[in-house]
């Protein structure tokens, strides 16, 4: 906030005539306003005079249309110096503002009156009787009923007023339920006059989750009314009291007990009605989730039943699963098993089961045995099956817990499902960097799984430059797994040689016998190249070709002259059209014969 130099001079000397002539632009004054507003809380007692100075020329400058902010800043002044020598002045300042004679006076009524105990009773006394009256009704204020009920003239005519008011007078008593202000003396004149209509859906909502000492009084007088009203008011798919007081929690549960130990029949009732969220299970808070149980003893599967019924957009299980409130599901198990079953296998908001939240979570191990095996591979509207979810979470034994509910012959292929961003499994495993969920889960992978992860995933793996899980399962892969083919007919061999990955080319190539070594070296993929012919495309590292030598140096000069590719060319040839001079050097060396005749 920037003050205009003329603000600025009249504030840093205290002048006070400069600060008249500054006030008299408005957008001074409303400087002035948030400035004082700001720093109230630095003035010091000794800072009073100057205070009403700034106060006084303020009022005598500003427009009615700035009368609000500066009752807010009056309002803040007067609790900020009630220790000050000068309170006397100031608090009278304030009172001669609010009391002047514009015509906008009124408008700051409802600030003053909340707010200002002393200058709201000043202003509403300027009021004539009926006027005050009028006023207080239409709006609702218990500060203003607490005036009114002062003075034996203006109550016997808020009697007469009020009796045909009962929408203003129910939105009063509302008012007064919640800040609690004079509300058991409304009660009282509630009761001697019969208004007994005061008492609507909204002013029923506000009794039922007010202090209990005024609901018991209304139950004690007029508890028939209630009961009927409760009964009658809210229809499902609407929330009612009930509902709100489990939502809320603690807070209310003495209002809450009141209630069901009076009309246990009505709040029994209201409690199985479906609310605007569905089943009150969904909801509830979980302080008073037992005793909503101990409620509904007994109407639990009229519950759960009632969801498969209507099919919500999002089921209580779905619910309770995404805040992972574990005990709530399985104490719901225990109760209605069969129908929890069915409830928690079926998809609801966006295709999703309570699973995909639960797998990742911390307590899957607690709830697995409520699964269906069909739904581990069942994916949600992005195309993530509960794997997926397991995969992205920080729970490592996730994944592995839901691929032991599956057969052993499935388990590949639900690791390779894509989902909507075409990741598999064993992908994000690596993405989130999670090898000892990898670990666990490749464990539970046969030879024929094995071999189909290894196929699909190498190659990625070594792009994330994540070697540590492909070193995983090359630990776990049987020969057949190793020496398999993709739909490139590509081997691991031709992926680690396009990859430069030396360090696994001996890990890899020792793990096979002398047949399967001599098989891999020979094999080619689809576009006519063996691992040689492949170094030799991709400009590898000469390490590379010893490692190759190594391996069968009869079979290594003999595959030198053999022609490759869709050109039949010659190692020598493809490593001549790519100007690979280092591995024309390394050829040389391994197989001069071979090279001479090239």
């Not at 081997?491 to 096979?512: E, M, T």
Request: hydrophobic letters at 40%; aromatic letters at 6%; glycine letters at 4%.
């Amino acid at each position: 906030m920037t003050l205009q130099p003329a603000l600025l001079s009249a504030l840093r000397y205290k002048n006070q005539s400069d600060l008249d002539k500054a006030l008299v632009q408005k957008r001074n004054r409303e400087a002035l306003v948030q400035l004082l507003s700001e720093k109230l809380d630095g003035f010091k007692t000794d800072d009073s005079t100057w205070l009403q100075e700034m106060f006084n020329t303020l009022c005598a400058r500003a427009d009615s249309s700035e009368d609000t902010d500066l009752l807010r800043l009056a309002e803040r002044i007067l609790p900020n110096n009630h220790d000050s020598k000068g309170i006397a002045s100031l608090f009278k300042s304030v009172l001669t503002f609010m009391s002047s004679s514009r015509t906008q006076w009124k408008n700051a009524l409802p600030v003053a009156v909340g707010k200002l105990p002393q200058t709201g009773q000043l202003l509403l006394s300027r009021l004539g009787v009926e006027e005050c009256v009028q006023w207080v009704l239409n709006s609702a204020s218990p500060q203003g009923f607490q005036f009114i009920l002062d003075d034996p003239e203006r109550k016997e005519r808020f009697l007469e007023i009020a009796a045909g008011c009962l929408p203003q007078l129910s939105r009063l008593f509302i008012n007064c339920l919640e800040q609690r202000i004079c509300a058991t003396e409304l009660l009282e004149v509630l009761f001697k006059q019969g208004w007994f209509d005061v008492l609507d859906e909204a002013a029923l909502d506000s009794l039922c989750s007010a202090d209990p000492s005024n609901l018991i009084r209304v139950l004690s007088r007029m508890k028939d009314t209630v009961n009927t009203k409760l009964r009658n008011g809210y229809p499902s798919g609407t929330d009612n009291p009930i509902h709100k007081l489990y939502r809320a929690g603690e807070c209310t549960q003495a209002n809450l007990e009141t209630l069901v130990r009076e009309l246990p029949d009505t709040t029994l009732q209201l409690a199985l009605r479906r609310s605007s969220q569905g089943s009150i299970l969904s909801f509830t808070h979980p302080t008073l989730f037992g005793k909503l149980l101990g409620h509904l003893k007994g109407h639990i599967h009229e519950l759960l039943q009632q969801e498969i019924d209507t099919q919500p957009p999002r089921s209580s299980l779905l619910i309770l699963a995404e805040s992972q409130r574990i005990a709530e599901l399985l104490e719901l198990h225990e109760l209605a098993p069969e129908v929890f079953k069915a409830l928690f296998n079926i998809p609801s908001g966006q295709k999703q089961l309570p699973i995909h939240y639960l797998a990742q979570g911390p307590d899957l191990q607690q709830t697995i045995h409520l699964i269906d095996p069909k739904g581990v591979v069942a994916p949600n509207r992005l195309g993530n099956t509960a794997l997926h979810r397991a995969a992205e979470s920080t729970h490592p034994n996730n994944v592995s817990l839901l691929l032991e509910l599956l057969k052993q012959e499935s388990r590949a292929t639900a690791l390779l499902i894509p989902n909507g961003l075409g990741k598999s499994v064993p992908e994000l495993l690596i993405q989130h960097r999670r090898p000892e969920a990898f670990d666990a889960a490749i464990q539970l992978l046969d030879s024929d799984a094995l071999a189909l992860v290894l196929e699909r995933i190498a190659e990625h793996a070594l792009e994330q430059n994540d070697r540590q899980y492909l070193r995983s399962l090359l630990n776990r892969a049987s020969p057949y797994a190793l020496t398999s083919l993709d739909r490139g007919g590509r081997s691991l061999l031709h992926k680690l040689v396009a990859k430069n990955a030396h360090d696994f080319l001996i890990d890899y190539l020792s793990k096979l016998g002398e047949h399967a070594v001599h098989q891999v070296l020979m094999q080619r993929n689809h576009d006519g190249y063996s691992p040689l012919g492949v170094a030799a495309l991709h400009q590898c590292d000469p390490d590379i070709y010893t490692v190759l030598y190594d391996a069968d140096p009869i079979l290594f000069q003999r595959m030198v002259e053999w022609p490759q590719g869709p050109l039949d060319d010659t190692i020598v040839h493809i490593l001549c059209r790519h100007m690979d001079e280092e591995g024309l050097a390394k050829i040389q060396k391994l197989a001069p014969s071979a090279f001479g005749r090239a």
